[in-house]
């Protein structure tokens, strides 16, 4: 809305949708007032002068909005241009979303936007990382609750081992009613080893929980370190020799006194000598030194335990002091353990504030280094105690370790083995703890023939070469476990058909279902009692008489049609075998154990195992067993039947023929011709 006439104003102002202007003009020249001419510009579309002629009126449109100026200038009738014209000045106003503050409000809304955008890829990024984080934590829970189950498992079978071996005995006992009288020295001295075997795993656990609430202070006191350290030492050799293990010792050979907490440093020594005498297989050797850093008034001692043993692989090193953490976790360790030493050792010495480490190279040997403090200063006043005696140094060592006593446990020698029943089954025992072989040794000795293996291979090689009639076997032991063993006799048609129990510390389904599919007859879970394992080897042994019994009876019987019982896929060989084979006198065992595959002497006892019989015995009968069926069938020639079943001579095969039939061979036609 114009204030003004538009003549009298300079100026107006339009809003964006007003943009298309038109302007009419006149000049004041009335002379001849059509013949005026006129020009104009808007300046700010276009700087040109348009001549319109005596066309008096201009038009714009779809202007943009801006600042624009009109200017129209006329001329007279006679063409003389006006000096002066008239001007409007124009401004078309932008719509609203082009204005400035329309602006200021787009950026405005763009930097939120980028605002939220950063912070929506922050937090996926946190997301994500707290998402990895979580993973890495779910999978160290998933680790630990591993390492802990296995833990369990290790510890229940280092519990219940020696705790059944501790037991066995004491029920016999009490069964028997009888006094301690019935504990000879092996059984007693099993008994007391066992005892503190456990003891010793009781207070190694009990350490680590203390050591795991705070409860193990320090309590450091002056004493001569070597001295010490040597009456350890020393304690390890008659192991060392045990175990053809060359032990050296590197001691400074001067005496020094420090401070340090003897406890603390026996436990971490004992420990640090066990695993490296542990994992040092015979003919390798131990070394511990001691070091100080300065001779005279040290500040720090340098203990290096150095082994030639298996060795640690790199990627394990930095695992080996966590907690139950074991390099070998299989069933087939040979050496018994609960990954608990290392990690209790690590604790004692960082609570002695020192440092502990390790280098190790798989198959070349591991060095572990305890550096200690041992100044005076080091120690806070109330961590300082009495002098450390000599007699108590030789109080705390003169036990005699574990180690040492693992040794002299009593194994069952050949004799005992030749000493029992001539025709006795024969069992074999495959086990790795001598205390556990010995026990079961003692309650079948009576009745049985027993062999005894220290692993899974040798079980197996042991089982292949003298056909057993019964196998009891541990499931974790060294080389090989029992599993494996019982998979491989089972797979080998000379050991197919020996029964074997299998002895388990794991109490659980799994293991239980594991050793089922391996193809184990039975299962004893540890502890069992001696009674337990009789009745079980007992049964098991008349369960495969029995079926010795009905395979024969059928395999004999006078019928063609045999309903065998499923003994084995080697005997249905035999047996075809034989049978085409019949008419052949030459064929005899060694032909036999050729074609199966066997030895003579393991064909021999596997025929004897199965069927009851002698292969030559077995053979014969087969041979019997078809000249009655031929003479059932009709044939009435003895001579032509006896060929056809291998026999060379008439009165040989007459006698054998009455032996089984209990008649000649012609009342035998006779009386089935009639
Ligand atoms: P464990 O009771 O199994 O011996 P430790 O905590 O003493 O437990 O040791 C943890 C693991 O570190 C062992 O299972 C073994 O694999 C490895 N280890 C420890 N000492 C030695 C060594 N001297 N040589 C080789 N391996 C070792």
């Given at each position: 809305m114009l204030e003004k006439l538009i003549t009298y104003t300079d100026s107006i102002d339009l809003s964006y949708d007003q943009n298309n202007i038109s302007f009419g003009f006149a000049s004041l020249n009335y002379t001849e007032s059509e013949r005026n001419k006129f020009k104009y510009k808007l300046e700010g579309q276009n700087d040109d002068w348009i001549y319109t002629g005596h066309r008096n009126h201009a038009e714009f449109t779809n202007l943009r909005p801006g600042e624009y100026n009109f200017k129209v200038i006329g001329s007279n009738n006679d063409g003389v241009w006006n000096e002066e014209g008239v001007q409007l000045h124009i401004s078309i106003h932008p719509p609203p979303w082009k204005t400035w503050w329309a602006y200021i409000i787009y950026a405005f809304l763009l930097l939120l936007l980028i605002r939220w955008y950063r912070s929506y890829l922050l937090a996926r990024a946190k997301l994500r990382t707290q998402l990895e984080v979580e993973k890495i934590e779910k999978e160290k829970v998933l680790e630990l609750d591993h390492m802990k189950s296995r833990f369990f498992a290790n510890i229940s079978h280092e519990f219940r081992t020696p705790l059944m071996l501790i037991l066995g005995p004491i029920e016999d006992a009490v069964k028997k009613r009888?006094?301690?009288?019935?504990?000879n020295m092996d059984i007693l001295g099993a008994m007391h080893r066992n005892a503190r075997r456990l003891l010793q795993l009781i207070n190694q656990l009990l350490d680590i929980s203390k050591l795991e609430t705070g409860k193990v202070g320090l309590m450091v006191s002056e004493g001569n370190l070597e001295e010490f350290l040597k009456t350890i030492i020393l304690s390890f050799s008659s192991l060392a020799e045990s175990k053809k293990i060359k032990f050296e010792y590197d001691l400074p050979g001067r005496s020094v006194n420090c401070y340090f907490d003897c406890d603390k440093v026996e436990k971490i020594l004992i420990n640090l000598l066990s695993n490296a005498f542990k994992f040092t297989s015979e003919g390798g050797g131990v070394k511990v030194s001691l070091r100080y850093?300065?001779?005279?008034?040290?500040q720090w001692a340098e203990i290096v335990v150095t082994d030639s043993g298996i060795g640690i692989p790199a990627e394990k090193l930095e695992k080996i002091f966590d907690r139950f953490y074991q390099v070998n976790d299989s069933n087939t360790r040979t050496e018994e353990g609960t990954g608990i030493g290392l990690a209790l050792t690590k604790e004692l010495v960082v609570l002695c504030r020192g440092e502990i480490s390790v280098e190790s190279k798989p198959g070349k040997g591991s060095t572990f280094m305890v550096m200690l403090p041992v100044s005076?200063?080091?120690?806070?006043e109330d961590e300082i105690g009495m002098v450390v005696s000599e007699q108590e140094v030789r109080k705390a060592l003169d036990k005699p370790s574990i180690e040492q006593e693992e040794e002299q446990v009593l194994e069952p020698t050949g004799s005992d083995v030749t000493e029992t029943k001539k025709y006795a089954p024969i069992i074999l025992i495959v086990e790795d703890n001598a205390d556990l072989t010995n026990y079961i040794f003692r309650s079948l000795v009576k009745n049985y023939r027993i062999l005894n293996a220290e692993n899974g291979k040798e079980g197996l090689e042991l089982a292949t070469e003298s056909i057993p009639d019964l196998v009891i076997s541990d499931v974790?032991?060294?080389?090989?476990?029992g599993l494996e063993m019982c998979s491989k006799l089972k797979s080998d048609e000379r050991t197919s058909h020996i029964p074997v129990i299998m002895l388990t510390?794991?109490?659980?389904?799994g293991s239980k279902l594991e050793g089922l599919e391996t193809g184990a007859d039975d299962y004893i879970i540890k502890p069992f009692d001696a009674e337990e394992m009789q009745v079980r080897v007992k049964n098991l042994i008349e369960q495969r008489k029995r079926l010795k019994e009905k395979f024969m009876k059928e395999v004999l019987s006078d019928s063609s049609e045999m309903d065998l019982p499923p003994v084995d896929q080697l005997m249905e060989r035999l047996i075809t075998l034989v049978t085409s084979h019949i008419a052949d006198p030459e064929f005899m065992l060694d032909q036999l154990a050729n074609e199966l595959n066997m030895g003579r002497s393991q064909m021999f006892r596997k025929v004897a195992a199965i069927t009851g019989h002698t292969p030559k015995a077995f053979i014969l009968n087969m041979r019997l067993k078809k000249a009655a069926s031929l003479f059932r069938s009709g044939h009435r020639h003895i001579a032509t039947v006896m060929h056809q079943v291998g026999f060379n001579s008439q009165s040989y095969f007459a006698t054998c023929f009455k032996k089984r039939y209990g008649i000649t061979p012609s009342e035998y036609i006779l009386s089935k011709g009639s």
């Open positions: 009888s006094g301690p009288r019935e504990f850093d300065k001779s005279d008034g040290p005076v200063e080091q120690f806070d974790m032991m060294p080389v090989m476990d510390a794991r109490a659980d389904r």
